[in-house]
Nanobody, 130 residues
Framework: QVQLVESGGGLVQPGGSLELSCAASGFTLDYVIGWFRQVPGKERETVSCISSRDGSTYYSEFAKNRGTISRDNAKNTMYLRMDSLKPEDTAVYYC????????????????????????WGKGTLVTVSS
């Protein structure tokens, strides 16, 4: 049974940084795991993803120069750090994942599409405000 639990949300001042963690369990095959965010009333969007197979990463345009996704295999935990936060970064941030095919698609093929993810955490709210 796959389980994803996010932590690290809270209040951050504009210009500051967010640091989120996702504790993962129950995976039996290679998978793509990443962060997605949603503002109430708006569509969910991708932030960043990482592959358990080879560590390859994907970043959305807004996160390319500000975000860093990483993993700690020993702790079964995935992390996101994003710098230079703006009020528009305020959202519920979700951890989500999808199994990779034995010899099929990779992180670039799956991460751009939130609807492609099969497993989701409950989310953690990040509020960027002074």
């Amino acid at each position: 049974q796959v389980q994803l639990v996010e932590s690290g949300g809270g209040l951050v001042q504009p210009g500051g940084s967010l640091e989120l963690s996702c504790a993962a369990s129950g995976f039996t095959l290679d998978y793509v795991i990443g962060w997605f965010r949603q503002v109430p009333g708006k569509e969910r969007e991708t932030v960043s993803c990482i592959s358990s197979r080879d560590g390859s990463t994907y970043y959305s345009e807004f996160a390319k120069n500000r975000g860093t996704i990483s993993r700690d295999n020993a702790k079964n935990t995935m992390y996101l750090r994003m710098d230079s936060l703006k009020p528009e970064d305020t959202a519920v941030y979700y951890c989500a994942a999808k199994y990779l095919a034995v010899s099929g698609t990779g992180v670039d093929d799956l991460c751009p599409y939130p609807f492609a993810m099969d497993y989701w955490g409950k989310g953690t709210l990040v509020t960027v405000s002074s």
